[in-house]
């Protein structure tokens, strides 16, 4: 059974940075897909950014230049960097991982498929 726990969220003001950590135990294989995603009450959770086995990574056009993901393979542990942060970043969010490379099945997302989920971790900007 994989497991995932986030750690890192907080409160921050804006511009300020904030580092999630996503420590994944359970796995079966050596390499994984992993990602961050966010969500806020009401609205639907949406991909922040994604690092693949080979470390190539994609990101959400409103975090690009801000956010950089970065992954531990020794260690599975999944890292979101988060610098120049806005109030528009406040959110819950999530961690994400499935087994091997990134697949891509939904035509509607830029973002891989996941099989496994955190419980979130909660990122608040205040002005």
């Known amino acids: 059974q994989v497991q995932l726990v986030e750690s890192g969220g907080g409160s921050v003001q804006s511009g300020g940075s904030l580092r999630l950590s996503c420590a994944a135990s359970?796995?079966?294989?050596?390499?994984?897909?992993m990602g961050w995603f966010r969500q806020v009450p009401g609205e639907e959770r949406e991909g922040v950014a994604a690092?693949?086995?080979?470390?190539?990574?994609n990101y959400a056009d409103s975090v690009k230049g801000r956010f950089t993901v970065s992954m531990d393979h020794v260690n599975n542990i999944v890292y979101l960097q988060m610098n120049s942060l806005k109030p528009e970043d406040t959110a819950m969010y999530y961690c994400?991982?499935?087994?091997?490379?990134?697949?891509?099945?939904?035509?509607?997302?830029?973002?891989?498929?996941?099989?496994?989920w955190g419980q979130g971790t909660q990122v608040t900007v205040s002005l």
């Open positions: 690092i693949d086995t080979d470390d190539s990574t």
């Open positions: 994400a991982a499935d087994s091997g490379s990134c697949t891509y099945t939904d035509s509607d997302t830029d973002f891989p498929d996941f099989n496994y």
């Open positions: 359970g796995y079966t294989d050596s390499s994984h897909c």
